[in-house]
């Protein structure tokens, strides 16, 4: 069983900037596409970016487009969310998420692993 552990939430203010990581256990059954979501109070999740280490592909929500930026360390798996300009809108849970299934990188039941969540807040 694969198990994924998101940190570096936190609380900032607008502006400012946080690296979220994502630790996986088993990573050769990971698959090579991961993906962070977030979700939102009383909104749906939402797919934020994609990573796809077979070829370095990535891929971003519109509204975070040019301030987020994902990668992955290929000797040990761990995923990576650089987020900055951070905006009041940007708080929520942000998930973790591996073992696609396709076809659509931003549809959250095309995953089969889940990290447990961790809490990111903006204030302005």
């Known amino acids: 069983q694969v198990q994924l552990v998101e940190s570096g939430g936190g609380s900032v203010q607008a502006g400012e900037s946080l690296r979220l990581s994502c630790a996986a256990s088993r990573y050769t059954d990971t698959g090579d596409f991961m993906a962070w979501f977030r979700q939102a109070p009383g909104q749906e999740r939402e797919g934020v970016a994609s990573?796809?280490?077979?070829?370095?592909?990535?891929r971003y929500a519109d509204s975070v487009k040019g301030r987020f930026t994902i990668s992955q360390v290929q000797a040990t798996g761990t995923l990576y969310l650089q987020m900055n300009n951070l905006k009041p809108e940007d708080t929520a849970i942000y998930y973790c998420a591996a073992g696609y299934s396709g076809p659509w990188w931003y549809d959250s039941t095309a995953y089969k692993y889940w990290g447990q969540g961790t809490q990111v807040t903006v204030s302005s």
């Open positions: 990573f796809y280490r077979g070829g370095g592909l990535r």
